[in-house]
């Protein structure tokens, strides 16, 4: 793309289209101007001055610099335009603006997430760009409607600029279960990998080595195949990376593994939001739907309500959209709200129609032991320990096998562990409705036989 005319500029809209560019794309890629400087050699002055409109004739160099530091360069038949000073020459009846559309972004391929700014994520945020751009393999975790799809769409919508041959989305949800039809799976797999390429190529197209972002949702049914297709892609293809978003991780050997938590109830932490960022979420999505509601004297309550709701930012939404029929207090009436919002149609945020069906979802992928254990672990006081699981299965003829089930429900994000020194465990609330109100205890298998651990 053009660059601003330096010493030819007639009138100030380029310099003013390139800082307001680098603003833009800072922020996007959530750098301070420090960040920025390191990642471009550009001093944080230069950069400041700039971004302010001191510097209204900036060198071409550092013009490149942060245009590369972004993923953004300029074309070759541009910088043939430049004259011998480096920049681009005017001519005199040129009256548009010579910076090209296109400080364009790498090009974008699959669904388009409309996100509300995220709330409580900075620090996953973070984490998540950062390892994108040293890890070819990054799977994020977490329990059904926690907002894994949401970070993972946002480290994209960051990730942009700096993967030139362009980012692609491929949703997962609607590939049938591999544990019922291996083989079905697999082929709907490789239809959504194939059109992806489309007729310009996403994977085809463009250098072997071209630097680009692949991003594969709601993993957590095809976990093996997804295996097996992101080993494939990442021989094949030396330049891709793949973000992964599964409520159970994939066996990928060289895969770095975030889980994404519940939104935080308790009171904020030093340099966070006034309130936790389960309240703010909830109060965000109110002011949304209802903005003549107003809760700010009732946030004792709110936090009892997302607490409740273990944070679980989908849950909250749905709370907050019951909120238009039904008054706060009568959410809270009988300490448990999962009833008045299970019948909410929660399709416009989520996959699943209901609260009940996210959950469905999960437990329906379990093979019969781990159903069972999980039941029993309803009856558990939360949170409790391993030797609190083996203790009420004593009946049961094999401790490691107990161990081991207990392990697999947390792999699958049915089970929220507490890691310290003694992991603490407990079921979340929602699974816990579910399994008390709507799921049917299967007959114990014969000898508490692990069937269909590998499904």
């Given amino acids: 793309?053009?660059?601003?005319?330096?010493?030819?500029?007639?009138?100030?809209?380029?310099?003013?289209?390139?800082?307001?560019?680098?603003?833009?794309?800072?922020?996007?890629?959530?750098?301070?101007?420090?960040?920025?400087?390191?990642?471009?050699?550009?001093?944080?002055?230069?950069?400041?001055?700039?971004?302010?409109?001191?510097?209204?004739?900036?060198?071409?160099?550092?013009?490149?610099?942060?245009?590369?530091?972004?993923?953004?360069?300029?074309?070759?038949?541009?910088?043939?335009?430049?004259?011998?000073?480096?920049?681009?020459?005017?001519?005199e009846q040129r009256t548009e603006s010579h910076f090209s559309p296109a400080l364009e972004?790498?090009?974008?391929?699959?669904?388009?997430?409309?996100?509300?700014?995220?709330?409580?994520?900075?620090?996953?945020?973070?984490?998540?760009?950062?390892?994108?751009?040293?890890?070819?393999?990054v799977a994020l975790t977490g329990a059904g409607g926690v907002g894994k799809s949401r970070l993972a769409h946002a480290a994209a919508v960051q990730l942009r600029p700096l993967f030139r041959e362009g980012v692609a989305v491929a949703d997962l949800h609607d590939c049938p279960p591999e544990h019922l039809d291996s083989s079905l799976a697999g082929s709907e797999m490789m239809r959504i990998v194939r059109e992806l390429d489309g007729e310009d190529g996403f994977l085809r197209g463009g250098?072997?080595?071209?630097?680009?972002?692949?991003?594969?949702?709601?993993?957590?049914?095809?976990?093996?195949?997804?295996?097996?297709?992101?080993?494939?892609?990442?021989?094949?293809?030396?330049?891709?990376?793949?973000?992964?978003?599964?409520?159970?991780?994939?066996?990928?050997?060289?895969?770095?593994?975030?889980?994404?938590?519940?939104?935080?109830?308790?009171?904020?932490?030093?340099?966070?939001?006034?309130?936790?960022?389960?309240?703010?979420?909830?109060?965000?999505?109110?002011?949304?739907?209802?903005?003549?509601?107003?809760?700010?004297?009732?946030?004792?309550?709110?936090?009892?309500?997302?607490?409740?709701?273990?944070?679980?930012?989908?849950?909250?939404?749905?709370?907050?959209q019951r909120l238009r029929s039904l008054p706060l207090t009568s959410l809270l009436q009988s300490g448990n709200p999962f009833p008045l919002l299970d019948q909410v149609d929660a399709g416009r945020l989520s996959r699943h129609r209901t609260l009940s069906e996210s959950v469905r979802w999960s437990y329906d992928l379990l093979p019969a032991p781990h159903q069972e254990l999980l039941h029993e672990l309803v009856a558990l006081q939360s949170p409790f320990?391993?030797?609190?699981?083996?203790?009420?299965?004593?009946?049961?003829?094999?401790?490691?096998?107990?161990?081991?089930?207990?392990?697999?429900?947390a792999d699958a994000s049915l089970v929220h562990i507490e890691r310290q020194l003694h992991y603490q465990y407990r079921v979340h609330a929602l699974v816990r409705h579910w399994l008390l109100t709507h799921a049917r205890r299967p007959s114990p298998a014969g000898g508490g036989a692990l069937l269909g651990l590998d499904r």
């Fill in 105 to 137: 972004l790498p090009p974008w391929r699959g669904p388009w997430l409309l996100n509300d700014p995220l709330v409580g994520r900075q620090t996953d945020l973070r984490h998540v760009v950062a390892t994108v751009q040293r890890s070819r393999l």
């Fill in 207 to 320: 250098s072997r080595t071209g630097c680009r972002l692949l991003v594969l949702d709601n993993a957590e049914h095809v976990v093996q195949h997804t295996a097996r297709i992101a080993r494939n892609l990442l021989s094949e293809h030396p330049g891709l990376h793949l973000l992964i978003t599964s409520r159970r991780t994939p066996s990928v050997g060289a895969a770095e593994t975030w889980d994404v938590e519940p939104l935080r109830v308790e009171g904020p932490e030093g340099g966070e939001t006034a309130v936790p960022s389960a309240v703010e979420h909830f109060l965000r999505r109110v002011q949304a739907g209802l903005p003549t509601l107003d809760l700010s004297d009732h946030l004792p309550l709110v936090t009892r309500l997302c607490r409740l709701l273990d944070g679980i930012p989908l849950a909250l939404e749905i709370a907050a």
């Fill in 385 to 409: 320990s391993l030797d609190d699981v083996l203790r009420v299965q004593q009946g049961h003829p094999d401790a490691m096998q107990v161990a081991h089930l207990l392990a697999d429900l």
């Fill in 1 to 91: 793309m053009l660059v601003p005319n330096g010493h030819f500029l007639h009138d100030r809209k380029d310099v003013h289209r390139l800082r307001n560019f680098l603003i833009n794309q800072r922020k996007i890629s959530g750098w301070t101007q420090e960040e920025l400087s390191e990642r471009s050699g550009v001093s944080v002055r230069t950069i400041r001055n700039l971004e302010t409109g001191s510097n209204t004739n900036p060198r071409r160099t550092s013009v490149d610099l942060l245009l590369s530091a972004f993923g953004a360069t300029a074309t070759a038949a541009e910088t043939a335009s430049w004259g011998s000073t480096g920049w681009p020459t005017l001519p």
